[in-house]
């Protein structure tokens, strides 16, 4: 599968932003999603997981009440509704395809996941 992440830009403290990712080919749902987050420096860090349904979704303790990752899989495509956004959340953001299916504890590293996006970029202004 073939990820292409769009969506970021410069926004200030307390804004919002939509992340958006499309996957090419048919075989999206049989994937759990994950983004992942690198700062300048950084490793890259895991934001937030959807199962293969959507029902399903876990996030980091960072991002929790501020994040939503979403999916619809009629449109290959899987989103993270980004508010309250704070400087320390700027970042090269990454959506990340994992072909395992998600229990109870998801993945969170990037060693884990199969395919990835080509990264887009958030910066948060104070």
């Known amino acids: 599968v073939q990820l292409q992440a769009s969506g970021g830009g410069l926004v200030q403290a307390g804004g919002s932003l939509r992340l958006s990712c499309a996957a090419s080919g048919r075989t999206f749902s049989s994937y759990t999603m994950g983004w992942f987050g690198q700062a300048p420096g950084k490793e890259r860090e895991f934001v937030a997981a959807?199962?293969?349904?959507?029902?399903?979704?876990y996030y980091a303790d960072s991002v929790k009440g501020r994040f939503t990752i979403s999916r619809d899989n009629a449109k290959n495509t899987v989103y993270l509704q980004m508010n309250s956004l704070k400087p320390e959340d700027t970042a090269v953001y990454y959506c990340?395809?994992?072909?395992?299916?998600?229990?109870?504890?998801?993945?969170?590293?990037?060693?884990?996941?199969?395919?990835w996006g080509q990264g887009t970029l958030v910066t948060v202004s104070s």
């Open positions: 959807i199962s293969r349904s959507g029902v399903s979704t």
């Open positions: 990340a395809a994992d072909r395992t299916i998600m229990s109870a504890t998801p993945h969170r590293q990037p060693w884990e996941y199969d395919y």
